[in-house]
């Protein structure tokens, strides 16, 4: 939890300066809730360590994606990571640049493709050789030359989560690390491409930084080697994948991250080599929380549990990854706790959000998530028909509605029955 964004003050928990409290009366639960203050300072931590040398951050836009909060990184100067054409329709309305984005993901339509080259993106990161061929096709009926980076596997353990570790052999992520120097040779003979840089990404919640140097060595040798062959790279792009604590894990300071990465690279003679960031969790996720109320306590033989309004369809990663995210009362209790399973309305026994939590609370009570900024409301769903839930921005002493509660007739506006 970013400690001055969310706080209590007397026993109750604050977002900024405004009770948390009084967001769930005013907007109704559950409620997501980001702190401006919380995503600028993440985002200058990464910015400011950059200063001075030729370093980008490009946000990934898939562990948030709501207007706002791309918008308040658009406002500081961000570029973005994309992942398909909807998320390049998100950046380009939220205010961000085509020309500041790199576009990602194994993927990638040809109609992607062509709305992304005529929107004119930084760089696509190819991930296949017939990936290239598809753009290099798209580019050449549009008249234009691709940029290109490839990115490659480079078959490092990320030492994280397996569903969520992608620069190893075994995932299917990335240009095979023996193969790359070949295949950038058949890039450059393409005549609609443009090679421009290489990238990884090698997973994600990553607490040491040792991954990340054994990972920028590879792409090193690989650099040398590819611009012995006649080619130039402008630019390395690392990927994102620092951590966050959600419990007790000790990930390095962001800015200590970016410092240690740049210095690595002058250490291998490469200082003057732009590098690219694509930071996601460690922007975002702690930037926000997820409100939920209190429906009923269910005490029992073997598990107490306490049902909240907010489910699995809301909150993903606990069921999806069984990740941990801290549950805290929203007004304190003096009362003694007991150990609850935090579960939702949801009809699956998956369907929870932590287990054996000390708490001291009663029914109606709110409670907050923690560390749910990032991977949260974009991965809900509707599941249940459930609408999902508004999602709101406190800046300050104010809150706004970035995103509206969705009602149950727009879950199936777009569905009709059988005239017979
Ligand atoms: N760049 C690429 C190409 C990626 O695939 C990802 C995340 C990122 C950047 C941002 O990584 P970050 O800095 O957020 O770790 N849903 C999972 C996380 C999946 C991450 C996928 N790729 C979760 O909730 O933990």
Same mark, same amino acid.
């Given at each position: 939890m970013n400690d001055s964004a969310f706080h209590y003050v007397d026993g109750a928990l604050h977002v900024e300066g405004v009770p948390a409290a009084s967001l769930a009366e005013q907007f109704g639960t559950p409620l997501y809730v980001y702190s401006r203050d919380a995503l600028t300072r993440a985002y200058r931590a990464y910015a400011d360590a950059c200063a001075g040398r030729k370093a980008t951050v490009h946000v990934a836009v898939k562990a948030n994606s709501n207007l706002a909060v791309l918008n308040v990184f658009a406002r500081l100067g961000a570029g973005f990571d994309i992942v398909s054409s909807g998320e390049l329709a998100r950046v380009l309305a939220a205010g961000g640049k085509a020309s500041n984005t790199v576009f990602s993901g194994v993927g990638k339509s040809a109609a992607e493709m062509r709305e992304a080259l005529?929107?004119?993106?930084?760089?696509?990161?190819?991930?296949?050789?017939?990936?290239?061929?598809?753009?290099?096709?798209v580019a050449k009926s549009l008249g234009k030359k691709a940029p290109v980076s490839l990115r490659v596997n480079p078959d490092v353990d990320a030492k994280t989560h397996p569903y969520i570790s992608t620069g190893l052999k075994s995932n299917k992520f990335g240009v095979a690390f023996g193969d790359a120097r070949a295949t950038y040779r058949e890039a450059h003979d393409m005549a609609n491409l443009d090679v421009v840089g290489i990238d990884c990404h090698i997973g994600s919640q990553i607490t040491e930084v040792s991954p990340y140097l054994d990972a920028v060595d590879k792409l090193l040798d690989l650099v040398e080697q590819i611009e012995s062959d006649g080619m130039s790279i402008r630019h390395v792009d690392v990927g994102g994948g620092l951590g966050i604590t959600y419990d007790d894990e000790t990930p390095p300071d962001i800015g200590d991250f970016v410092r240690t990465l740049l210095a690595h690279f002058e250490e291998r003679?490469?200082?003057?080599?732009?590098?690219?960031?694509?930071?996601g969790r460690s922007l975002v996720g702690n930037a926000g929380v997820l409100l939920t109320r209190v429906e009923?306590?269910?005490?029992?033989?073997?598990?107490?549990?306490?049902?909240?309004?907010?489910?699995?369809?809301?909150?993903?990663?606990?069921?999806?990854?069984?990740?941990?995210? @801290?549950?805290?009362? $929203?007004?304190?209790?003096?009362?003694? =706790?007991? !150990?609850?399973?935090?579960?939702?309305?949801?009809?699956? /026994?998956?369907?929870?959000?932590?287990?054996? @939590?000390?708490?001291? $609370?009663?029914?109606?009570?709110?409670? =907050?998530? !923690?560390?749910?900024?990032?991977?949260?409301?974009?991965? /809900?769903?509707?599941?249940?028909?459930?609408?999902r839930a508004a999602e709101i921005m406190v800046d300050g002493e104010r809150a706004r509605a970035v995103r509206e509660r969705e009602e149950v007739k727009q879950l199936f506006a777009g569905e009709s029955i059988l005239p017979d």
């Open positions: 005529e929107a004119g993106v930084k760089c696509f990161n190819v991930e296949s050789i017939p990936e290239l061929h598809a753009l290099n096709e003679g490469h200082g003057q080599r732009e590098v690219y960031f694509e930071p009923y306590l269910k005490p029992g033989e073997e598990k107490n549990f306490a049902i909240v309004d907010a489910a699995m369809n809301d909150l993903a990663r606990p069921a999806m990854y069984e990740a941990f995210h @801290r549950i805290v009362p $929203v007004i304190e209790r003096k009362a003694s =706790a007991r !150990l609850y399973d935090v579960v939702g309305p949801v009809c699956e /026994s998956g369907d929870w959000l932590g287990r054996d @939590r000390e708490l001291a $609370v009663e029914q109606g009570d709110l409670l =907050a998530i !923690l560390s749910a900024g990032a991977y949260g409301f974009v991965m /809900s769903s509707n599941y249940n028909t459930r609408a």
